[in-house]
């Protein structure tokens, strides 16, 4: 693997530890900025909103930029934003960098993953994904605790000027290390579907396909691109539905003391670690197999940590083994949408980008109802269960229809995932 691509994990790793480290500064900015709790809230919600309209929108965007220039805008842009957000004293001023930094991160992890994929031999897009989804969890593990620990020494906005100075050499590295043009897509650059090359060298609007954005829109077409999508939405709602509730579940329902907290949320954080290393392995010769025991064990790992959470060593042992199954599962399906989407790579990256984050938007919301009617802090673990078991059906159904057709979704997967097969 490109050692670009590793640097383009670290610059992933930084902006990741902007939206995990919020949560544990909320309390500090509602004080300091004379806010209550629910409204210092509403910055991870613009952060989150910012990611979902931002990264279709940024990646559209991008493709009238080579992609190192693209890079760099969006890393600048990202960098000078935290730096709003740590001198302002205004609340609203924050609000709107939030939503600032949240449509760079976008861009940015959008053309990230095209870049990453056109400098990783043709064959090895999921480990070329999972060095990138590597950072985001790598940030889980560090982003909640090490924000927190600055908030309460130095106060939160330590925590935005550590972002920014993070930047500084991610952005050096990109300078220093992403072509000017990723020549590797006229390498690998065999015809994509109708005949489109798979990517382009030139930049500029050319960049990605033949014809630009409107390249890039004709080959997110593909029905099995959308099913993917929601699969990947409904993987990472369910992660997330389960990942926003689990301290509250783990004291009031195993009896782990509040201290254990932070080790706790790295410990999933660690098997998310671990699931994307062990997904990058596998992802690129049989995603098939991976998928569906995945999904499988995936759905009835959170059953089994609804049923026995009372039990401290099962629930401490399911917190790890369950982020290292949402997170294989998850990066494998976006893994499949860029090899899905080979003629708009950094459009499939924009939009994988925003189906991740609708899933962690809608998954804590469907948590939440299920709280607030009553049923109490295993429901979560339920519901999370439930939403794989949907993606499940939805792979399953989606299967048999392409079968009728005469074209079998994992003989298709397979034909492509052969190295040299286009």
Same mark, same amino acid.
């Given at each position: ?286 995603? &098939?197999?991976?998928?569906?025991? %995945?999904?499988?064990? *995936? $759905?009835? /790992?959170? #059953?089994?940590? +609804? =049923?026995?959470? @009372? !039990? ?24 499949? &949408?860029?090899?899905?989407?080979? %003629?708009?790579?950094? *459009? $499939?990256? /924009?939009? #994988?980008?925003? +189906? =991740?984050?609708? @899933? !962690? ?35 399953? $159904? ?10 079998? !979704? ?13």
């Amino acid at each position: 693997m490109p050692f670009a691509v590793y640097l383009l994990g670290l610059a992933v790793f930084a902006q990741g530890t902007s939206e995990f480290m919020l949560s544990g500064l909320l309390p500090g900015i509602a004080r300091d900025l004379n806010v209550s709790i629910p409204a210092a809230g509403l910055l991870t919600s613009a952060f989150a909103a910012g990611m979902v309209v931002g990264a279709p929108l940024m990646a559209v965007l991008s493709l009238r930029w080579s992609r190192r220039f693209a890079l760099l805008a969006f890393l600048v842009v990202f960098l000078l934003a935290h730096v709003v957000g740590a001198v302002t004293t205004g609340y609203g001023v924050l609000l709107v960098s939030r939503a600032v930094a949240a449509l760079a991160n976008a861009g940015f992890l959008a053309v990230a993953m095209a870049t990453a994929i056109s400098l990783a031999p043709p064959d090895a897009k999921g480990r070329a994904t999972s060095v990138l989804l590597g950072g985001v969890t790598a940030a889980c593990v560090a982003g909640v605790p090490g924000g927190a620990l600055l908030g309460e020494v130095w106060g939160w906005r330590s925590a935005f000027w550590a972002v920014a100075l993070a930047l500084v050499p991610a952005i050096v590295a990109v300078l220093r290390s992403v072509p000017a043009e990723p020549s590797a897509d006229v390498t690998h650059g065999a015809p994509a579907d109708g005949g489109e090359p798979a990517g382009g060298g030139t930049g500029g609007a050319g960049r990605g396909s033949s014809g630009g954005a409107r390249g890039e829109f004709r080959a997110l077409r593909r029905p099995r691109l959308l099913v993917l999508l929601l699969l990947g939405a409904l993987v990472n709602g369910a992660t997330f539905c389960a990942f926003t509730y689990l301290a509250p579940l783990l004291t009031g329902v195993t009896g782990i003391g509040a201290a254990w907290m932070p080790g706790m949320l790295a410990l999933f954080g660690l098997g998310s670690f671990a699931g994307v290393t062990i997904s990058g392995r596998f992802a690129d010769r049989r995603p &098939v197999p991976l998928l569906v025991s %995945g999904g499988v064990v *995936l $759905a009835a /790992g959170w #059953a089994v940590f +609804a =049923l026995t959470a @009372g !039990a401290p060593a099962v629930a401490v042992a399911l917190v790890f083994v369950q982020g290292l199954l949402s997170f294989a599962v998850g990066s494998t399906l976006i893994s499949q &949408v860029l090899y899905a989407a080979t %003629g708009a790579p950094t *459009l $499939a990256g /924009g939009f #994988a980008t925003a +189906a =991740l984050n609708v @899933g !962690a938007t809608f998954g804590p919301w469907l948590g939440g109802l299920a709280l607030g009617s009553g049923y109490g802090f295993r429901a979560p673990l339920w519901v999370s269960a439930a939403l794989v078991v949907l993606s499940l059906a939805v792979a399953g $159904a989606a299967r048999l229809t392409s079968a009728n057709t005469g074209t079998p !979704a994992a003989d298709q997967v397979e034909t492509e995932l052969r190295p040299g097969a286009r």
